[in-house]
Structures are given as structure tokens and as C-alpha cells.
């Protein structure tokens, strides 16, 4: 469905793929009846990894963030041990998975509520996690304050492609529906600029399949992820351009990475 | 709608709706008080009936002292204070006795006939749920007065503002197109316009005093009175334009010369709109109907398609130049679908496409992207409706086969019209709102990409998915038995009221559980994986 997510993401029904589980390995057990062809074919998963944190760094220009994804540095380890001022080498895996935590959360304007929900933090140092996290960041949270501001002056924001999401709430008098429309003031021109990467990325890709006269498909488009089925003899020309296809869809500060899996079914593919 | 509102300063509607059923039923009228709150069965008499609206499919429900007494499990209807003194009423933040739930209240009133009597009788009672209500003893005392709905408040029945009268039409439906309530605007209109069987009308007020007459044994009652008084007829006064209203020249193309000549005169166009016009919302199994055509605004054609597909196939080969054309643009709605169903008739559409759902998805992404919606807004004009055409979803729907040939013509012509002039419309406000180049260059493209992954899908393994099926049927089945033994009752474990009366209520995991907007306790996702979290 092209358009039913108003962030410019795809969604998809008559199944949901978006619905499929993947937090218990029982629902991730799903994934298995996804499968090729026939044995002369095998499954493709082409993902891109953590494609969110890597736009709002680029967009937010926050140097550090930036600096450790060209380094290929483990995003999350580096900023664990950036706010819990360790070296990167001694973060803990708690330390680890509280940054990542935040991380993500960030995208989606957590609170201090929130990330003590869903990690062992009590309110009061998810709130100290918070705020170092920003001094850590700080263009980061600037670039949070000018979308907000951009959006009151100008009642949207928008996509690295001019996509626009429209917030009429953003100036509203009640608290709990501006918040909303602030936190889809970040999230918005994130989540839709990963859209319109992953569109460009599939508009490509289709168009050297067929010139190519490849006789493998691109078959599913679920999250951040692309899944092919793949003729075998192509494999390695094709694994080539799919991911030098998603990796060069835009052009950001940061680079895009792409990880590719195979397999006799999607959950091996994955 | 002329319906009277009765606010006098100081007191609870529920205390004003208590107060004139019982001045209305001495007047010797029949009551119906129209709520879905249980709190009403203590008034509830001969002549006092409960008027549950429909809700979440269930149909109406008319509550009387039998229905009380059964719900309730009382003798008198006014013994359901006593009850909810009891049990206590989350939604009306009513406390009630810790631990006593629906049951243990309903025992009690058989064993003690009322609150009191139960407060009397405690020597009767054993270990915990004596010390309970005998601590207790205030708080029951508190609740069941909170419980009661007063019955003597400074309002008078004046039965002459309960008749129905005819509602200011104009006044109405200009309400509702503001608030955009569609549907309650059609009701509207059928309902009052008399045309229509008013056998299921639902009248929205707090209350609805009615006289019944004599002779209406039935239980039906006319909503204009049983005096024979014909009903003044009511007209749909929008102000949207239908195909009534709007010149137009919408033709069935004949076979033959008729054809001939509609061809030439397509392939000359630069831009066209197209709409099939099939037998199923999947396209996978669509079997064309008919396609209709317009190039002009209020103008058009359709082309019926047998139904023996060898012949439609021949049909369609007379229109495949025009389809795989790289010069003529094609403009829909959901092009996407139109692509998919040709497909099965080998044909590829090609060209410039223009998708005016795509389009709107650009213009406006959080608002609906459906034709009629569209061209209520931007064309003021509504279109023909499915329903009226085809009838509800249901096995009685027909298909678009069975619908007459002239008002197939209408239908879908109009369709592809309304198609096209909102394709004029939208054109200039992409360009606006600079996102043209994200439609031709992104959105279009992967419209095209998009019907390819679709009609290439995904080969499923059939045999794993139902041993799946079979090992998660049996992961649930221990499940729901693990849970009924912690719950130490069977229920309803899909039913979020129930869920949360034995989570709160009977468990008493927190002290003050967080409450949805209807006053039932939340069981959201967070709140309970909070509580898993808490409750390790």
C-alpha cells in the first residue's frame, strides 16, 4: 500500500508483513514460509542498518555521530561509552543496550517516563541518561528544537526529498496533542526520508533487473528491508548491485550500510 | 433536531433523567430512558424501560424489570443500588467493598436482600470477607449513596417538549457536513424523509418520553406520533452537487462503427482517464466488467465487456494499442489496481501515468485518499455511491455484472470523470507544494515496481505454516490454562474489560490502576508490560 502511512513509508496488508514478529523466536518462526521458487533459486535480504540514526546524524550534522559512523564504529557501544564516559573497549553490555535504548528513543522523542519503561532505569536516571545524552549530542538536540520551530512557522516539515508531513497541531492549545505533533516533527522527516531512500533504492534496483533481463525478482519491501529471489547463477553479480544500489540511493554525510543475507527461506535469509 | 436539553445548575444529568422518568411514568407515561449505564436498572419499573443504544455490532437492547432482575441477579430493580454499593463502579469511581466482585454481590442480595441487611447479618459472614466488609463498613455505607440516582431534583416533565417534532432539516445537515459526519447525515435523511421503512431508527437523545398508543401492541412506535399525521418530507439539502444536478454526457459504446469511431477518437488524446470496472476487489481474480474513459470534464464513455472471457479478450485487443501507447498519459485512481488487472489479460499499460490517490498522498498524507472523499472536497460534488449501486457487503451484494448496463454507464463514467477533473485539480497544487518531482520521479515510478513485486508474490510453504499453526494452537491452549489457574476462574482473556476486572478487581495487582477513556481499566500493551515487568 503506497499510501496509507502518512510518513511516506510503505505499508502493506492481505498479509501485514509489517505484523510478522520478529521479538520471540517463535514469531520470527514465521519468516520461514517465506521461500524461493524452487531449489534453483535462493532468498535474498538486503537490510539497511540502522538507516534512522544515520539521517537524523546527517541531517542534524552532529559531527561525533557522524565521525563514528565513518568510522564504522558500533553506534551504540559509542555512544554508551561517550555518556557513560568509559572507553569504548570496557562498555558493558547493560551500558550497551541502555545507549541503544536512547538511541532509538530519540527518533521518537522519548521521554524520561518512557525509557524507564522499557529499560532497568529508574525515572530519575533515564532523565540523567537524557540529558548527558543531549550534552553529548548537542547538534542533535538543536536540530530536534529547529524542526519543532520550523514546523510552527510553517505548519509542516519535510523529507531530504520534499516530502511533507503536515502538523495542524503543532501551535494547539492542548498540551498532550502538541506534544504529538511535536514528536512527529522529528520523527516524521526521519522516518519519510528513510522512505523515500528505500523507494529510490527499489525504482533502481527494478529498472537494472530488467534491463539486465535478470530473470530473478524483487519480491518483498518490509521495514528497512528488500527481499529478492534470486536465480543462483546470478547471485554474485546481483548481490553486487543490490547493495551498491541501497547504498548510493542518496547521498548523505554519513554512508549508508547495507547487509545482505541469503538463504532456503526468509528467517535464514535475515 | 428540536430535542429539549434540560440543564438545571448543581445536578447530574443521571439525577435529571431519574427525576422525569419518574414525574413522565406518573403521568402515566411509557419511559424509555436511552443509555448504555448500567446504573439505570435501579430505576427501571412497568413502566420505565432501559433503550440500550447499538453498540460494537450488537443490535438495541429494551432492559425491563425481568431483564434487571436476571442482570442483576435482585428481586426489586432498586436493589441494583445495593449492588453497585457492593461491588463498587470503576467507571463512576464508586469504591464498593474490597473483594467483592459481580458474584459475591449477587449472593449477598439473595442471602440479605440490601447493603444494610448485609451490615447487620456480618456474624454470618467467615474469615477475610468478614473482616473486609466489617472494616469496611463506612465506605459501602458512602458507596451505595453514591450509587443512588437522585430522584427529586429541581426539574418538571413537561410532556409537550417530549413530542417529537420535525427537526429543522437545513439547521442539521449543515451541522453535520460541518463535522463531516457522513454517514449520520444519510441516516438522517432516510429516516425523516418518510421514504424509507423506519424500522431500526435510532433516536439519539437522553430521553425519549412516548405516549404509547392503543393500538401499537406491536412495541413499534411511529416517531411522528400514531395519529396518522403524514411526515413532512424531508429533502437532502447539501450543498454538493450529484450527477442530478450536473449536465452530462456519459455514452455506452456499441460495438461495431460506434466503436471504430470512439477508438479514433481515443487515440488521438494526449491524456486520458481510465477506470475498470470489474467483479472482485482482488485483481488477481477481477473479471473485467467494463472500462470507462473520459478526456473532458462531464464527459466520457463506456465500453461493457462480455462476460465469456474469450470474448472479452478479443475486446480488449481492439484497446491494447491504446493501453501499451507510450505517447497518450494514463490517469486513475489507484492506478496500481487497473495495471494488475490488466496484467491477466496479458495487457501492460504504459506511458505517463497520472494516480490521483498518489497524487493526494502528497497533498495531503494524513487525510483519506478515496474518490468520493476527494471529490466531496475538492469538486463539491458526490458521486454516485457503491452501495446504492451493488448494495451492502454481504452475500446479497451483487456484482457489478448484475448491475443494469445504463447504470453501469453512469457509474463508472462518472468515476473516471471525477477522476479526471480532480487529476486537473491536483496537478497545479503538487507544483505548489514542490513535491511534483517526488510524484514523477519516486511515487509513479514505484507504482509500476510496485504491481510487478505484487503480481510476481511470494512462494509460501504450506505444509510449515499449518505445523506451525498446530504447535501455536497448543502454545495458547496451555497458556489460557495457565492463566485461568492464576485467575482462579475461567474468562474471557481476548475481552479487555474482563482482563482488566480480574487483573484489578479479583487480583488487585496495583493500588491505582490506570483507567481508559470510558472508565474501564487499561489494558494497553505498556500497562501490562509494565506489570510483567514489576510483577517477575
Redesign the interface.
Same mark, same amino acid.
Given at each position: 500500500m503506497?499510501?496509507v502511512a &502518512?510518513?511516506?513509508r510503505?505499508s502493506s496488508n492481505n498479509p501485514n508483513l509489517q505484523n510478522i514478529p520478529i521479538r520471540t523466536e =517463535?514469531g520470527r518462526?514465521?519468516r520461514? &514460509? $517465506?521461500?524461493?521458487?524452487n531449489d534453483d533459486y535462493t532468498l535474498l535480504a538486503a537490510d539497511y542498518s540502522q538507516i534512522e540514526l544515520r539521517i537524523i546524524a546527517a541531517l542534524s550534522e552532529e559531527n561525533t555521530m557522524i565521525e563514528a559512523f565513518k568510522n564504522g564504529e558500533d553506534i551504540h557501544a559509542s555512544t554508551a561509552s561517550k555518556v557513560f564516559n568509559v572507553p569504548i573497549e570496557e562498555v558493558t553490555r547493560e551500558q550497551r543496550s541502555n545507549a541503544k535504548t536512547v538511541n532509538f528513543g530519540i527518533i521518537y522523542g522519548v521521554s524520561a517516563f518512557g525509557l524507564s519503561?522499557q529499560t532497568d532505569l529508574s525515572r530519575s536516571e533515564a532523565k540523567e541518561l537524557i540529558d548527558t545524552y543531549y550534552k553529548t549530542y548537542p547538534k542533535l538536540r538543536n536540530y530536534i528544537s529547529e524542526q519543532v520551530d520550523f514546523a510552527r512557522e510553517n505548519g509542516y516539515v519535510q523529507t531530504v526529498?520534499?516530502? =511533507?508531513?503536515?502538523l495542524k497541531d503543532i501551535n494547539g492549545s492542548n498540551a498532550v496533542v502538541r506534544g504529538a505533533a511535536e514528536r512527529n516533527a522529528v520523527n516524521a522527516p526521519i522516518q519519510g526520508s528513510a522512505a523515500?531512500i528505500i523507494?529510490?533504492a @527499489?525504482?533502481n534496483i %527494478?529498472k537494472k533487473l530488467t534491463e539486465g533481463g535478470y530473470t530473478s !525478482? @524483487?519480491?518483498?519491501?518490509v521495514h528497512d528491508e528488500l527481499?529478492f529471489?534470486i536465480y543462483k547463477p546470478e547471485l554474485e553479480e546481483l548481490k553486487g548491485i543490490i547493495k551498491s544500489e541501497m547504498e548510493n540511493a542518496y547521498k548523505l554525510a554519513v554512508p549508508l550500510d547495507v547487509e545482505l543475507g541469503m538463504g532456503e527461506?526468509w528467517l535464514v535469509a535475515h | 433536531m428540536h430535542i429539549p436539553s434540560v440543564i438545571p445548575e448543581g445536578w447530574e444529568a443521571d439525577d435529571i433523567i431519574g427525576t422525569l422518568s419518574k414525574q413522565a411514568e406518573k403521568e402515566g407515561y411509557k419511559v424509555f430512558m436511552v443509555t448504555p449505564d448500567k446504573d439505570f436498572g435501579q430505576l427501571v419499573s412497568e413502566n420505565i424501560f432501559m433503550y440500550r443504544p447499538a453498540r460494537m455490532g450488537n443490535g438495541i437492547e429494551i432492559r425491563g424489570i425481568p431483564e434487571v432482575q436476571k442482570r442483576f441477579g435482585v428481586e426489586r430493580p432498586d436493589q441494583v443500588i445495593d449492588y453497585l454499593g457492593m461491588m463498587g463502579d470503576a467507571s463512576d469511581n464508586i469504591p464498593g467493598f474490597p473483594g467483592v466482585g459481580d458474584k459475591t454481590a449477587k449472593k449477598f442480595i439473595e442471602q440479605f436482600g440490601s447493603l444494610e441487611g448485609l451490615l447487620e447479618n456480618t456474624d454470618q459472614l467467615k474469615g477475610k470477607m468478614k473482616e473486609k466488609i466489617i472494616e469496611n463498613a463506612e465506605l459501602g455505607r458512602l458507596s451505595k449513596k453514591l450509587a443512588t440516582i437522585c430522584t427529586d431534583c429541581d426539574v418538571t416533565f413537561n410532556a409537550e417538549d417530549y413530542e417529537l417534532s420535525v427537526p429543522d432539516s437545513e439547521a442539521v445537515q449543515k451541522i453535520f457536513e460541518e463535522l463531516e459526519f457522513r454517514r449520520l447525515k444519510e441516516q438522517f435523511i432516510k429516516i425523516f424523509s418518510g421514504e424509507e421503512e423506519t424500522t431500526e431508527t435510532q433516536v439519539t437523545s437522553t430521553e425519549t418520553a412516548q405516549k404509547i398508543a392503543a393500538s401499537a401492541g406491536s412495541g413499534q412506535f411511529s416517531l411522528f406520533g400514531g395519529d396518522g399525521a403524514s411526515p413532512a418530507t424531508i429533502k437532502n439539502t447539501s450543498s454538493r452537487n450529484t450527477i442530478a444536478d450536473v449536465p452530462h454526457a456519459y455514452q455506452s459504446v456499441a460495438p461495431g462503427m460506434a466503436m471504430k469511431l470512439f477508438l479514433q477518437n481515443l487515440m488521438k488524446q494526449s491524456s486520458v482517464c481510465f477506470d475498470t470496472e470489474t467483479t472482485s476487489i482482488n485483481p488477481l481474480e477481477a473479471e473485467l466488467v467494463g472500462i470507462a474513459f473520459s478526456w473532458e470534464s462531464t464527459k466520457g464513455f463506456y465500453i461493457p465487456f462480455p462476460e465469456e472471457r474469450e470474448k472479452a479478450k478479443e475486446l480488449i485487443e481492439e484497446l491494447r494499442p491504446f493501453f501499451e501507447s507510450k505517447d497518450i498519459e494514463k490517469i486513475g485512481q489507484n492506478l !496500481?489496481y487497473d495495471i494488475k488487472v490488466l496484467d491477466k489479460y496479458n495487457i501492460k499499460v504504459q506511458g505517463k501515468f497520472f494516480d490521483t @490517490?498518489?497524487a493526494? *498522498?502528497?497533498i495531503?498524507?494524513?487525510m483519506r %485518499?478515496n474518490m468520493d472523499v476527494l471529490s466531496e472536497t475538492y469538486l463539491n460534488y458526490t458521486p454516485i455511491s457503491i452501495t446504492e449501486l451493488i448494495g451492502k457487503k454481504g452475500k446479497n451484494q451483487l456484482s457489478m455484472r448484475e448491475v443494469p448496463p445504463d447504470k453501469q454507464t453512469e457509474y463508472a463514467v462518472e468515476d473516471a470523470d471525477i477522476t479526471f477533473q480532480l487529476a486537473q485539480h491536483f496537478r497545479p497544487e503538487l507544483a505548489e507544494?514542490?513535491?511534483d +518531482?517526488?510524484f514523477a520521479d519516486? /511515487?509513479i515510478?514505484?507504482?509500476?515496481?510496485?504491481a510487478?513485486?505484487e503480481l /510476481?508474490?511470494?512462494?509460501?510453504?504450506?505444509e $510449515?505454516?499449518k505445523s506451525?499453526s498446530k504447535d501455536?494452537e497448543n502454545?495458547i491452549a496451555n497458556l489460557e490454562q495457565k492463566i485461568y489457574q492464576a485467575a482462579g476462574e475461567e474468562f474471557n482473556i481476548g475481552s479487555p474489560k474482563q482482563l482488566g476486572e480480574i487483573l484489578f478487581d479479583k487480583m488487585k495487582l496495583v493500588d491505582k490502576p490506570k483507567k481508559t477513556k470510558t472508565g474501564q481499566y487499561s489494558t494497553a500493551e +505498556?500497562v501490562l508490560? *509494565?506489570l510483567a515487568?514489576t510483577m517477575k
Open positions: 503506497q499510501t &502518512a510518513t511516506g510503505l =517463535r518462526q514465521v520461514k &514460509a $517465506f521461500v524461493p521458487r519503561n526529498l520534499g516530502r =511533507r508531513r503536515y523515500d523507494k529510490i @527499489m525504482i %527494478h !525478482k @524483487m519480491l518483498l519491501q527481499v529471489d527461506n | !496500481k @490517490m498518489l493526494h *498522498y502528497l495531503n498524507p494524513d %485518499h507544494a514542490k513535491t +518531482d517526488l519516486i /511515487e515510478p514505484l507504482l509500476k515496481v510496485l510487478d513485486m /510476481e508474490g511470494i512462494n509460501l510453504d504450506i $510449515f505454516l506451525l501455536l502454545d +505498556d508490560s *509494565y515487568k
